[in-house]
């Protein structure tokens, strides 16, 4: 079975500082990957996937994400955070053997400091 | 722009009431989703529909059910509520059935429930 560890529940960063979210899969062949953003009180957004190819995503808002196959993880990047990425944010990853399920990580809630 | 809609931000109800929560999209989607949103779980997947009255177990189905009448309207219904169904309460919806997994899911912006 497919799983996903985000291992940070909370994360501050100062405005202007850069950032990393840490995400974690366990799935046994090539998954395809996703980062989501929940900004209070709204759904999830979509920031980023990875399906194949180059192993290095961007996304909207400024977000990158890189697939690392020997680490199991895909790490989400911003070099420089806005007091408006202020949100959740979460890792999900899905398989097509796997139907149509995603699985999602527990979400990691970001506080961004003027 | 993909749209999703659900019928309430917020609702409350007594232990034993049958609950409906609504969700509409309006791009012709095969594939709706229900979720359910706690703090430190993540969404889990309650049930899927991949077609107008077709419906797919998720990973916590039990005190759920769901219908799919229309392609554009998936409903989540709580038979007979209990306090542990207090959560957020997602609908998600997803193109191209032959597509995959590999498909962006659009979401909407949850109901939040209190079963009292």
């Known amino acids: 079975a497919q799983s996903v560890t985000q291992p940070d529940i909370h994360i501050t960063v100062s405005e202007g500082a850069s950032l990393e979210l840490r995400c974690n899969y366990s799935?046994?062949?090539?998954?395809?990957l996703f980062w989501y953003v929940q900004s209070p009180g709204q759904g999830l957004q979509l920031l980023l996937k990875?399906?194949?190819?180059?192993?290095l995503v961007q996304g909207i808002k400024g977000f990158e994400a890189e697939f690392k196959r020997s680490q199991s993880s895909f790490n989400l990047r911003k070099p420089s955070v806005h007091w408006s990425d202020a949100a959740e944010y979460f890792c999900?990853?899905?398989?097509?053997?796997?139907?149509?399920?995603?699985?999602f990580g527990g979400g990691t809630r970001l506080m961004v400091k003027p | 722009d993909v749209k999703v809609t659900q019928s309430s931000r917020y609702l409350v109800k007594r232990t034993g009431e049958k609950v409906f929560l609504e969700c509409v999209q309006d791009?012709?989607?095969?594939?709706m989703f229900w979720y359910r949103q706690d703090p430190g779980l993540g969404l889990r997947l309650i049930y899927f529909?991949?077609?107008?009255?077709?419906?797919e177990k998720g990973d916590i189905p039990e005190g759920y059910s769901v219908s799919r009448e229309k392609k554009e309207r998936f409903s989540l219904i709580l038979e007979s509520a209990s306090t542990n169904q207090t959560s957020m309460y997602l609908c998600?919806?997803?193109?191209?059935?032959?597509?995959?997994?590999?498909?962006?899911?659009?979401f909407g912006p949850g109901t939040r429930l209190l079963v009292l």
């Open positions: 998600a919806s997803r193109g191209d059935q032959l597509a995959g997994v590999s498909e962006t899911q659009y």
């Open positions: 799935y046994g062949a090539t998954p395809y």
């Open positions: 990875y399906f194949s190819g180059d192993t």
């Open positions: 999900a990853v899905g398989a097509d053997n796997a139907g149509n399920m995603l699985t």
């Open positions: 791009m012709d989607h095969e594939n």
């Open positions: 529909s991949y077609d107008v009255k077709m419906k």
